[in-house]
């Protein structure tokens, strides 16, 4: 059967029917495709990509231009997945009129299905004026990596039962300012299984325990590519960086030793002409 591109009304159906959502990072065009080829429903360019691509301490630097960028490449080779952009820090907190041309560029310039943005009930005024302006929105809470100083840095956040009230307030806030699915990161999985049970739309936890809707992971970590910090909720499922540091290895063994390349990997020219040449 023909393959066809996941629709954001589909997800909440998915969640009314008891199946799962997948989302996974990625950044470029080649992931993109790999993800597409997958039964995986929903691609995130996240801001993510400041630490894991750009090399960056963490997401704050991440641009707009950064964004549109690497959006663009995913899209190309996302036929069939939904692509989530990613609003990078400061291009939605300004005013609604700056949130929603920011929007729009990561739809029309990056060609990004949706955006996604952090922040709790403080956001939902901004959120209803994206959706209202016909821009689908993820929201994002719990642990949003955006403003980790301000939250005392990458903690689990709603361990106590004040501060787990608020992000259940915050999550109802976001689902009545028009948000489609929201993400809950880092959060006790309890807690995760309550909002899961109040919103009439999808969660998708990471680091949230097994009770929401749907799960995202960032590609690099569970395929073990960025090791620089890996949290714990993190399930390593492949270990592709020794894999590539194993192929550099050899590679740069082969050259050093002249084995490569062999003939089997060169050009030849006729025996005539190269008679004429000498
Ligand atoms: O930027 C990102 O990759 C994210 C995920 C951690 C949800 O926001």
């Not at 952009?85 to 939605?92: E, Q, V």
């Not at 300012?177 to 880092?186: D, M, P």
């Not at 960025?226 to 290895?249: C, H, M, S, T």
């Not at 030793?257 to 002409?273: I, Q, Y």
Request: net charge negative; charged share 25%; hydrophobic share 45%.
């Amino acid at each position: 059967m023909e393959k066809r591109k996941v629709a954001i009304p589909q997800l909440k159906e998915m969640k009314k029917t008891g199946c799962k959502l997948k989302m996974v990072t990625a950044y470029d065009y080649s992931m993109a495709s790999l993800v597409d080829k997958s039964e995986i429903e929903m691609i995130l360019v996240g801001d993510s990509l400041g630490m894991v691509v750009l090399g960056y301490e963490g997401t704050v630097p991440v641009t707009m231009e950064d964004m549109i960028h690497h959006i663009r490449s995913v899209v190309k080779g996302a036929a069939h997945t939904l692509v989530v952009g990613d609003m990078p820090f400061m291009s939605y907190n300004i005013s609604r009129e700056e949130a929603i041309r920011n929007a729009g560029r990561l739809m029309k310039e990056g060609g990004a299905d949706c955006v996604k943005l952090e922040g709790g009930q403080e956001m939902a005024t901004i959120v209803r004026a994206i959706v209202d302006a016909g821009i689908p929105v993820m929201a994002h809470i719990g642990l949003t990596p955006q403003t980790a100083s301000a939250l005392g840095g990458f903690k689990v956040q709603g361990k106590d039962a004040a501060r787990a009230a608020k992000l259940l307030a915050d999550a109802q806030a976001l689902e009545e300012a028009g948000a489609f699915a929201i993400v809950l990161e880092c959060i006790p999985a309890q807690l995760a299984r309550l909002i899961t049970e109040k919103l009439s739309i999808p969660t998708i936890g990471i680091g949230a325990g097994p009770w929401c809707d749907g799960q995202v992971l960032v590609t690099h970590d569970m395929l073990g590519l960025f090791d620089r910090f890996v949290p714990k909720f993190v399930k390593q499922y492949a270990n592709v960086g020794k894999v590539i540091l194993e192929a550099f290895q050899a590679y740069a063994q082969e050259v050093n030793a002249s084995t490569f390349p062999d003939m089997e990997h060169s050009f030849t020219m006729k025996e005539e002409e190269l008679a004429k040449l000498e």
